[in-house]
């Protein structure tokens, strides 16, 4: 039995701590993980819980963060509960073996703290190992601050082990802005925390030897697309789980989430749509707007994938003109969440001129001033009926302005 | 049932068959051997993992699996660490009282080709090692990547041809030494490390079942002739394996603590070992004269390794 952790009504933790007490309350039973900036607390702070017998598991520092994942598989296949953290060049070492989890559809939860990738080596936040992972066959959902690092945490090994779901399932959060800036947090009590979550229940358990398993079988070109689509459409079906869910750690805390999160949307023509701890700066620069007489909203993406197309189209349905915002370098193309936001609009009955924005790379600051800039240009396209700017922009940058592609409508 | 006492090669290898016979290594590869040894030694439960390589695509091709017990495949290099994972599993459950039989004896074993153990899972091997997980370790050592049509691994030893380290007007195959693995292993301080050979079976089913009793990381590498990659006649892959024993090109033999050396098999007439290098294709170029040099420094080599592992055993320290 492990020894009672005291807490109070309210703590003040940041993100990393958040993250880490989440792991502590949902009785985690194994984690395996190699330290890197800005996620280390998380993992510390778990071997501290295991040190002084705040919880009863086992804390495995390995060589490297692909071993990290790599323990993360084997020991979840043993049937118990499994969780890491990791961020950026960590991350990007883990994503041969991202894929493997997901495709032998294990709940491990990842806490991924943002920061950017290197070259050049940078330790800030920006969203790169984020888009690293899109493809990877994980469930991802977003955390702006500490409180909702916390409780996305435990809602993920909820929405992970369940049955119709069972895969794996990571809560990012950006690195130092929510990660090391202490906050207020409410956090539930220990046996709410675990009645809430509840005891994983092993599924194909490699510990159950009255029914071996094999993992990790090998297909090809007879059965590889089938397991790969069964596996998507796990993804796509695991909507309706997450909203349960939510809504269940609603009606425990009167915190509420939403897959697609909208903030002064009811009338709004000019929208930013932000990822992490820009939807709170996007979120005053849109009061400021509505000050002006500009009607501003803001659209938070609160789950990445599956990404929730129904739900972006049915919050834009009315909006004229959107700001996507992607916090990665887009590589030789639109920003990513730039092309799902405008394939989910580009099908809806409003088509509204979509333009997007490159930003707060390695950590640069996104101001709500540079905020209310976005918006006015939204404006000045609406009146003008077009997309007067290129149609991707960076934003925030030094030295002369840097655009690419325009509209052909005019 | 498991073999307690050994009598016999026939009782042996009959017993406790959680290695399917249908898999598709090749005819005569001595990978099966090893495996159904290792798995006949024991009665205990297994979680068994596998590195990518030839055992892992003969054995479980989706709908198929050879594998009468749990087993796990992530990729090249991550075996040692997907079971150990899976061990340190097994005390938190066992410990918590969630396992389906929580008093039944577990034993975990990683199987690794030789390309995943010395070159691109060394490092996943070596942190297992060091973190002393209580597991078994073993290496299936055909000397090079067979399952990718024979390419070198830092196995594959000096002057053998491969299809990356090819012998030809202007070479005489891989220029390098084998990495020493063994002595490697036994420098993390494991508290058992073997070189084993599957046709000194005795030697090899007692190795085994002393790594799986014995508490801590245990390394075994086993010699694997490789028909298809070393070209000789499948009906031979044991004879090979008498010539590779009996030159000394493997010796037989075990490492406790550490330290504490024991020669496990001492041919009564040692062969020269133009012997076990002329029964196998990816040595017919050393008889060039022009690669006589090669021979010479492989056989001296292997003197010299042996009067080292005598005088170790000798020695006692």
């Known amino acids: ?215 990790g079988a090998q297909t090809e070109e007879d059965w590889h697309f089938e397991h790969k689509a069964k596996q998507h459409k796990a993804i796509m079906d695991s909507k309706p789980v997450i909203d349960a869910v939510f809504a269940e750690f609603k009606e425990l805390t009167g915190r509420e989430y939403n897959r697609v999160e909208s903030y002064d949307m009811e009338d709004a023509d000019v929208v930013i749509m932000g990822l992490g701890t820009t939807v709170e700066t996007a979120r005053v620069a849109a009061k400021n707007m509505r000050e002006k007489g500009i009607k501003a909203g803001v659209v938070a993406m609160r789950c990445f994938r599956p990404f929730p197309y129904e739900e972006v189209r049915e919050a834009l349905k009315n909006c004229k003109a959107i700001a996507v915002t992607d916090r990665s370098s887009p590589g030789g193309a639109m920003g990513a969440f730039f092309n ?44 003008a009926g077009h997309i007067t700017t290129n149609i991707q922009q960076f934003s925030g940058l030094r030295g002369p302005k840097l655009g690419f592609f325009k509209t052909e409508r005019s | 049932m498991a073999i307690t006492s050994i009598k016999n090669l026939k009782e042996f290898s009959t017993n406790n068959d959680r290695f399917e016979g249908a898999h598709t290594l090749c005819p005569g590869c001595a990978h099966s051997m ?107 050592d055909n000397e090079n990547y067979a399952n990718t049509g024979g390419q070198r691994s830092s196995a594959t030893p000096i002057g053998a041809t491969t299809s990356t380290a090819q012998a030809g007007t202007h070479s005489y195959g891989k220029k390098e030494k084998k990495k020493d693995i063994v002595s490697i ?57 008498d010539l590779a024993t009996d030159t000394l090109m493997f010796p037989v033999y075990e490492i406790l603590d550490g330290h504490e050396l024991n020669i496990l098999y001492r041919p009564k007439n040692v062969m020269p070992v133009e012997e076990y290098l002329s029964a196998q294709g990816r040595y017919k170029h050393l008889f060039k004269p022009e690669n006589k040099h090669v021979i010479e420094l492989i056989q001296s080599d292997i003197d010299k390794y042996w009067n080292m592992l005598q005088r170790r055993e000798e020695a006692r320290v």
């Open chain 1, 1 to 215: 039995m492990a020894v009672k952790f005291d807490l109070n009504e309210r703590e003040v933790w940041d993100g990393n701590y958040a993250a880490s007490q989440a792991l502590r309350q949902a009785d985690v039973d194994v984690v395996v993980a190699y330290p890197i900036t800005p996620s280390t607390p998380i993992v510390e702070n778990y071997g501290s819980y295991v040190a002084n017998g705040y919880i009863d598991g086992e804390f495995v520092m390995v060589e490297s963060e692909h071993a990290a994942m790599s323990g993360c598989i084997g020991a979840s296949a043993s049937g118990g509960r499994v969780s890491t953290a990791t961020s950026s060049q960590g991350f990007a070492l883990m994503a041969e073996v991202l894929y493997q989890a997901s495709g032998m559809r294990l709940p491990i939860v990842l806490n991924v703290v943002n920061r950017a990738l290197a070259s050049p080596l940078n330790v800030r936040g920006d969203h790169a190992d984020m888009y690293l992972g899109r493809d990877s066959g994980w469930l991802q959902a977003g955390a702006f601050n500490a409180q909702e690092a916390y409780d996305l945490a435990l809602c993920a090994f909820k929405i992970a082990e369940d049955p119709a779901v069972r895969l794996p399932m990571m809560i990012h959060q950006d690195g130092f802005i929510t990660s090391h800036t202490a906050q207020n947090v409410y956090p539930l009590t220990d046996e709410a925390a675990i009645n809430f979550v509840g005891k994983i229940q092993p599924i194909d358990d490699m510990l159950d030897f009255s029914r071996p398993v094999t993992y």
């Open chain 1, 340 to 383: 799902e936001v405008t394939a989910a609009m580009y099908t809806s009955n409003n088509r509204p001129m979509m333009t997007n924005f490159i930003y707060g790379l390695g950590g640069r600051d996104f101001s709500i001033a540079e905020a209310e800039r976005i918006y006015s240009e939204q404006v000045d396209n609406i009146e």
């Open chain 2, 185 to 241: 292993m036994a420098a993390h301080g494991a508290p058992y490390v073997a070189q084993l050979a599957p046709n000194k079976w005795k030697s090899m089913a007692k190795g085994f079942q002393k790594a799986l009793e014995t508490e801590g990381p245990c390394f075994i590498n086993t010699v694997s002739a490789c028909c298809t990659e070393w070209r000789f006649d499948p009906k031979d892959t044991i004879h090979i394996t």
């Open chain 2, 34 to 140: 090893i495996v159904r040894e290792l798995m006949n030694c024991t009665d205990d439960n297994l979680v068994i993992s596998a590195n990518t390589g030839c055992l892992e695509v003969s054995t479980a091709v989706y709908p198929y699996t050879s594998w009468d017990t749990s087993w796990i495949h992530i990729g090249f290099e991550n075996a040692a660490t997907a079971v150990t994972a899976s061990q340190v599993m097994h005390q938190v459950r066992k410990r918590k009282g969630t396992l389906k039989d929580n008093d039944a004896p577990v034993k975990f074993v990683a199987f690794g080709g030789d390309g995943s153990t010395f070159d691109i899972g060394f490092q996943w091997l070596s942190g297992a090692m060091e973190r002393g997980h209580d597991f078994t370790y073993i290496c299936l």
